[in-house]
């Protein structure tokens, strides 16, 4: 029976879960503080891997992702003692707004909705 699953969605999950474990355990610079790992994408090869993330402070974005980007080998050692993987794949981090840019345009629906609403309808 194939799985519906693939290895490397499998992958892709085990990455994200176990990397906002080790960042929050593990990672002591200050400059990574609040964040939270939205999606990590693992090549074919399982050679490198994309990881976004969000933070809270939208002020500290740049020093977060210097932070992660400066812990990417010690990050990428830890997560290679929990994966059981050949070779544990390189990390690149991104930040990902598309939640801000979500949230931008829901309310721009519902204030589009509202002045329709108020609005008197020609008969």
Do not use: W
């Amino acid at each position: 029976m194939p799985f519906d699953y693939s290895r490397t969605d499998r992958i892709n999950e085990q990455v994200k879960r176990n990397l906002a474990q080790i960042i929050r355990e593990k990672l002591k610079d200050p400059r990574v503080s609040m964040i939270s790992i939205l999606d990590a994408e693992v090549s074919k090869d399982l050679k490198h891997a994309k990881i976004y993330f969000d933070t809270l402070h939208e002020e500290t974005i740049d020093d977060c992702l210097e932070g992660l980007k400066r812990a990417s080998g010690f990050l990428r050692r830890e997560l290679g003692h929990t994966l059981t993987l050949r070779s544990t794949p390189e990390l690149t981090f991104f930040y990902d707004d598309t939640e801000k840019k979500a949230n931008a345009l829901s309310a721009l629906i519902d204030k589009a909705i509202a002045s329709d609403n108020n609005t008197p309808s020609p008969d």
